[in-house]
């Protein structure tokens, strides 16, 4: 019963976007997009347990808004989910629950256009609560400057690169306070790579891979690394 | 579509390498030295339980759940740190909780842990006027509220902390030995409440250095003998 609901909804979807793809031609800026991937990471946080290295993995889920204006620039909006285990095998006694929620905010102006290659560059906010289990938590507020380059492969097909590059971090921890690092003491990097691929004039998937590092260079070290590849559906609008 | 090939190679050849290099040197070396010290450390210091009769152990343990020190978001010394307080019939106060007074531990004799010189005290801060509420004018520069860091002479210092105001009975220089009375419990400081903190550190600094964790020679835990150990919440405990 389940294969036969499933197998109609995507004879719906497809019946749907072809024909939008027939009779619209309209450009899109708005795309909507939920993706879903695979997180591996590592987590020094010596302020929280005295383990040189936590490792983790899981899945984790996203939501994405952009929209292009009539200039070209970009507004995105984006929500992340990560929930998992950290382990270590040196102290498994310490081993805890990780869940990260994340809402990032960015605004891309378009610098450079040509043929197939464009640039954006603009300013990004992350704003990161990271929960671990004991009754501890950190919330991260980051600002940094960003840039994107996208490579038209085909009419169908594209290329993106983003790189964030953090340059404020101002870090409440628990019932502690709220700590303001620059990058003299907090550096951080936020590297994308995606490939897009249009069904329709109003759907599209997305393959990417996502490089985040961060490390805050205070007597209870902070570093931490993350890998993610994830797959997306996109809906233009 | 041929002459986008190499891109595409490129993109592939890009998402498979990153993933698998440079880990090790991005998370780095710092905290081996604090996760050998969980793992291995043995107390140098013949330490005894710096208090007479039962007391309860409110924090103690090398869990995150047992040990609320663990947290060193305030000072990197006392990841070992202990909480004690006198608990009677389940109840650490009788009546009004909020008044120190009413506290069984308040005022009660606090002993030298282990023979060594004072090296830094602070003996003038106000009890916290309410139990249960930290004074306004307590900040990250005097958490400790009245305290004592004793050097044992062998790389490792205690602090006592949360001392009642006016009841330090040493001196910056004086030498102490085990046992001795040196101030009464208190509510001073960043503490919600009457009890005594201790912890044991490698630096002379005030709440810092490396956290080392604190075994107690000969005392009873819950009625049994332990000729060696670290108290961990929820136990009774009293030195032998």
């Given amino acids: 019963m389940k294969i036969k609901l499933l197998l109609l909804i995507s004879i719906f979807i497809l019946l749907y976007t072809n024909g939008f793809s027939q009779t619209n031609t309209n450009p899109k800026n708005n795309n909507l997009e939920f993706s879903t991937g695979f997180n591996s990471g590592s987590l020094k946080n010596l302020e929280f347990a005295p383990v040189s290295r936590y490792d983790y993995d899981g899945l984790f889920y996203s939501l994405n808004y952009e929209r292009k204006s009539r200039n070209e620039n970009l507004f995105e909006v984006q929500v992340d989910y990560l929930t998992t285990e950290l382990k270590s095998d040196a102290i498994p006694q310490l081993n805890t629950d990780y869940s990260k929620i994340g809402l990032g905010f960015s605004y891309l102006k378009q610098i450079f256009d040509k043929d197939v290659f464009s640039i954006h560059i603009g300013l990004q906010s992350q704003t990161t609560a990271s929960l671990y289990r004991d009754n501890y938590y950190l919330v991260d507020q980051e600002f940094g400057i960003a840039s994107r380059f996208t490579y038209q492969l085909n009419k169908k097909q594209y290329l993106t690169s983003k790189l964030t590059i953090p340059l404020v971090l101002m870090r409440l921890r628990g019932d502690f306070g709220l700590d303001a690092y620059l990058v003299n003491r907090y550096q951080g990097a936020l590297w994308n790579l995606e490939y897009g691929y249009s069904i329709s004039n109003h759907f599209g998937l997305r393959l990417s891979y996502d490089f985040k590092y961060n490390r805050l260079q205070i007597p209870n070290a902070f570093r931490e690394l993350q890998h993610q590849v994830n797959l997306g559906i996109n809906y233009k609008f | ?240």
């Fill in chain 2, 1 to 240: 579509m041929k002459r986008n090939s190499p891109i595409i190679y490129v993109f592939y050849f890009l998402l498979i390498s990153i993933p698998t290099s440079c880990s090790d040197t991005l998370i780095g070396d710092e905290g081996k030295l604090d996760e050998d010290t969980y793992l291995n450390y043995q107390t140098k210091t013949d330490l005894e339980l710096p208090f007479e009769e039962e007391w309860y152990v409110f924090v103690g343990g090398r869990t995150h759940l047992s040990g609320g020190h663990h947290f060193i978001t305030r000072g990197t010394g006392q990841r070992y740190a202990y909480d004690i307080a006198v608990v009677i019939d389940g109840s650490s106060f009788s009546d009004d909780s909020s008044k120190n007074e009413n506290h069984y531990c308040f005022g009660k004799r606090i002993n030298a842990p282990a023979d060594g010189n004072v090296i830094a005290l602070e003996n003038n801060i106000d009890d916290n006027y309410v139990s249960g509420a930290v004074n306004s004018d307590i900040n990250d520069s005097n958490l400790a509220g009245n305290y004592i860091i004793i050097d044992h002479l062998n790389g490792e210092y205690s602090m006592l902390a949360h001392f009642k105001k006016g009841t330090i009975t040493v001196a910056v220089g004086d030498m102490v030995v085990k046992g001795q009375e040196v101030g009464k419990a208190g509510n001073s400081g960043n503490s919600t409440g009457p009890h005594l903190h201790y912890h044991l550190q490698n630096t002379p600094d005030y709440l810092n250095g490396i956290g080392l964790p604190a075994q107690f020679a000969n005392y009873y835990e819950d009625d049994e003998l332990i000729e060696r150990g670290e108290p961990v919440r929820g136990q009774t405990v009293v030195k032998n």
